[in-house]
């Protein structure tokens, strides 16, 4: 067995998850220059897109799930040694085939939104932004997909750098289409909605293009990588399915009281999703060298780079909740100026830090669970914590005892806890099991 330093295995996961973060990071500005803009136009165009993209994460998230199987497993494959590039045809088959499901399942639910409940002069802006969205999912997951690819081989800063680029690029869109500028109309929600199409198949082409230029790729079949990709990605799927779910049923749920709060829920989910992005690099650091160790059998390493990203994952974040208990006022001041939005965002950032924290280890240890292809307990755990816990707990909080929005976050946080000691204990009980008494060298 090679022996390493601790600071070989944060150089090795650093270098594939600051590329990573810088994409993450661009993706979620790429969204959060949709909220800036939405509150600069007005406070109905920010609560008409934060119930739109609660709905739209609750479905496109499921297909999002299922494709990010894709870089663990052929990091398994090619510890394996086993070829890989064969697999590039058919991880654009296993998408598209998803991104035809998700864009029908959006089309179906457009219908129905005006019997939910939301304020009347929010269901047509509703309704705009999901239909154009539906059309858009097809670049989403292209983009995704190969993203997946590329990471496999560590590949990470030419779709990271594309992503930071496309941050730019949205902006001006959203600005040009919501505002108007010349000859273009001002048109508000549905501008969002078409600055965000041309992004995300921009995205997926120039990932395509560059895929196709730089590799020297055949078209391939193989069943059985499709029913790996299932059994893999439908755990993790489901998983991430429930937590969205989750998540944006709180904004859907606060939303029938006043489209103020499914705001709030919107910009405060807004504010934990960039220290979340940055983990989550992490996360998928950890899966592509904790697959590659598992399957090359190199115990030690496997068990080094779980540690060691579990300990820069929660560390990173117990710094992001101290900013966020020191400027609150400040940070939600970039969001928006209304008063009232601000007055109910501000008391939930508090809670949002304790969050953080537990959010980030849960992450990590998801990430482990997807290197070692231990997923079905990742989606055991999120049923668990946020639909037997966190929303009963929220719900009763919320409405009961009157404490609104807030109350949710309670539940969040009681749900962050259960989540985390029911990974750990399956994680101890796997190593315990697979690899107590075995040695390998690496």
Not at 218 to 226: A, C, F, I
Request: aromatic share 14%; proline share 3%.
């Amino acid at each position: 067995m090679c022996k390493h330093e601790a600071k070989y295995y944060i150089k090795e996961l650093l270098t594939i998850a600051m590329p990573i973060i810088m994409g993450n990071l661009g993706f979620i500005l790429i969204g959060i220059g949709d909220v800036v803009v939405a509150g600069r136009h007005s406070t109905d165009t920010f609560a008409a897109i934060s119930i739109a993209t609660a709905i739209i994460n609750c479905i496109m998230t499921f297909g999002i799930g299922l494709i990010s199987s894709i870089s663990p497993l052929l990091s398994n494959y090619r510890g394996e040694k086993r070829p890989v590039k064969r697999y590039f045809y058919p991880s654009i088959r296993f998408a598209m085939i998803l991104a035809v499901i998700m864009s029908v399942i959006l089309f179906a639910v457009i219908p129905v939104i005006p019997f939910i409940g939301f304020e009347e002069k929010l269901v047509k802006p509703i309704q705009n932004y999901i239909l154009i969205t539906a059309f858009s999912t097809f670049g989403a997951y292209l983009h995704a997909c190969l993203k997946e690819f590329l990471q496999a081989f560590e590949i990470v800063l030419f779709p990271n750098a594309l992503t930071i680029f496309c941050v730019f690029l949205n902006v001006i869109l959203n600005v040009v289409l919501v505002f108007g500028f010349g000859a273009i109309p001002s048109l508000g929600v549905v501008g969002l909605a078409i600055a965000s199409l041309i992004v995300r198949y921009f995205m997926g082409f120039a990932l395509l293009i560059y895929c196709l230029s730089n590799m020297n790729l055949k078209n391939y079949h193989e069943r059985g990588y499709y029913k790996n990709l299932l059994k893999i990605g439908m755990p993790i799927s489901c998983a991430v399915f429930i937590e969205f779910v989750a998540f944006n049923s709180i904004a859907i749920f606060m939303g029938r009281v006043s489209g103020i709060y499914a705001a709030a829920q919107n910009l405060v989910c807004s504010l934990t999703t960039i220290p979340f992005m940055i983990v989550f690099a992490v996360s998928n650091a950890i899966a592509i060298k904790v697959g590659f160790a598992n399957g090359a059998k190199h115990v030690e390493d496997l068990k080094k780079y779980s540690v060691i990203g579990t300990l820069l994952s929660v560390g990173f974040m117990m710094c992001s909740a101290a900013v966020f208990i020191s400027f609150p006022e400040a940070i939600a001041g970039v969001f928006t100026v209304d008063k009232e939005l601000l007055k109910i965002s501000i008391p939930v950032m508090y809670v949002l830090a304790i969050f953080q924290i537990f959010d980030g280890l849960q992450i990590s240890l998801a990430g482990i669970c997807k290197g070692v292809k231990q997923t079905d307990i990742v989606l055991l755990a999120n049923f668990v914590a946020y639909w037997c816990l966190s929303i009963p707990i929220g719900y009763v909080l919320a409405f009961k005892f009157k404490l609104n929005l807030i109350g949710f976050w309670y539940g969040l946080c009681v749900s962050a806890v259960a989540l985390c000691s029911i990974m750990i204990v399956q994680l101890l009980m796997f190593f315990k099991r697979e690899y107590s008494e075995q040695s390998y060298s690496s």
